[in-house]
């Protein structure tokens, strides 16, 4: 039997693999030289076109195979690297190429997802939302049917929340708890139904109000001049 040249350290017995119950046996290849020819032929294959080797499935199975003078020990790691290698770089030519950058957003995409980002930003620099249990407590008792009527209406303001519920910016209603007089007229002159567009317009200063918010100046009951500026949003630009 002719062994490969591996120092002691790096080739442990099969009986040192699978002594113990706790130890998995760890299989070791063979390589049949001497009388391989047989084989081969028999594949009809010559000897120079494969390498005939053979893995134990057991401790067992590998003293036996051991005992043949025929046999050339190595890795079953290392033969498997260096017999497989030349399959494997095939097989990775042949995998199809992705293109990652197809998967990634587009300018107008990410400007959408900034979008969102920047009113949620609104959103909670103006106090947050109230949900739709907290907003039937503020208008007293008033019915699930009666809130969404009145965000139809253009009389209570609600925007996507988790989940896709709506929520209530907390910035529409008075101290009292009653929703700031002269909303509706307000949404209605603004140039879009985008309701992240209208929280925007009420909770940013704005010039045309003397660099005041128009919410505060609706709460000052300063109705009509809102309405103006709301009405002159698009104005270029502006």
Same mark, same amino acid.
């Given at each position: 039997? #002719?062994? *490969?040249?591996?120092?002691? =350290?790096?080739?442990?017995?099969?009986?040192?693999? =699978?002594? *113990? +119950?706790?130890?998995?046996?760890?299989?070791?290849?063979?390589?049949? &030289?001497?009388?391989?020819?047989?084989?081969?032929?028999?594949?009809?294959?010559?000897?120079?076109?494969?390498? !005939?080797?053979?893995?134990?499935? +057991?401790?067992?199975?590998?003293?036996? !195979? #051991?005992?043949?003078?025929?046999?050339?020990?190595?890795?079953?790691?290392?033969?498997?690297?260096?017999?497989?290698?030349?399959?494997? /770089?095939?097989?990775?030519?042949?995998?199809?190429?992705?293109?990652? #950058?197809?998967?990634?957003?587009?300018? &107008?995409?990410?400007?959408?997802?900034?979008? $969102?980002?920047?009113?949620?930003?609104?959103?909670?620099? +103006?106090?947050?939302?109230?949900?739709?249990?907290?907003?039937?407590? !503020?208008?007293? /008792?008033? +019915?699930?049917?009666?809130?969404?009527?009145?965000?139809?209406?253009?009389?209570? !303001?609600?925007?996507?929340?988790?989940?896709?519920?709506?929520?209530?910016p907390t910035i529409q209603f008075m101290p009292d708890g009653t929703v700031v007089h002269g909303l509706k007229p307000v949404l209605e002159a603004l140039p879009t139904h985008n309701p992240w567009a209208a929280l925007n317009f009420l909770i940013q200063p704005d010039h045309r109000l003397h660099g005041r918010t128009p919410i505060d100046v609706l709460k000052a009951g300063k109705v009509a001049r809102v309405v103006e500026a709301a009405r002159r $949003?698009?104005?270029? *630009?502006?």
């Amino acid at each position: 039997m #002719t062994r *490969g040249h591996e120092p002691p =350290s790096e080739r442990p017995s099969a009986a040192s693999r =699978s002594r *113990g +119950s706790r130890t998995a046996y760890v299989p070791t290849a063979y390589e049949i &030289r001497d009388s391989a020819g047989k084989a081969l032929a028999q594949l009809g294959l010559a000897p120079g076109d494969a390498r !005939l080797v053979v893995i134990p499935a +057991s401790a067992r199975a590998e003293r036996k !195979l #051991t005992q043949s003078a025929e046999s050339r020990r190595a890795t079953a790691r290392r033969f498997a690297t260096s017999a497989l290698a030349p399959i494997a /770089g095939t097989a990775r030519s042949k995998r199809p190429v992705i293109d990652k #950058t197809a998967f990634a957003p587009n300018a &107008r995409s990410r400007a959408l997802l900034e979008g $969102v980002r920047i009113a949620q930003g609104d959103l909670r620099a +103006s106090g947050g939302a109230y949900d739709l249990h907290q907003v039937q407590i !503020l208008l007293h /008792g008033i +019915s699930r049917q009666r809130v969404v009527r009145r965000v139809n209406e253009h009389t209570l !303001l609600a925007v996507p929340g988790p989940s896709n519920r709506r929520v209530y910016p907390t910035i529409q209603f008075m101290p009292d708890g009653t929703v700031v007089h002269g909303l509706k007229p307000v949404l209605e002159a603004l140039p879009t139904h985008n309701p992240w567009a209208a929280l925007n317009f009420l909770i940013q200063p704005d010039h045309r109000l003397h660099g005041r918010t128009p919410i505060d100046v609706l709460k000052a009951g300063k109705v009509a001049r809102v309405v103006e500026a709301a009405r002159r $949003v698009s104005d270029q *630009g502006a």
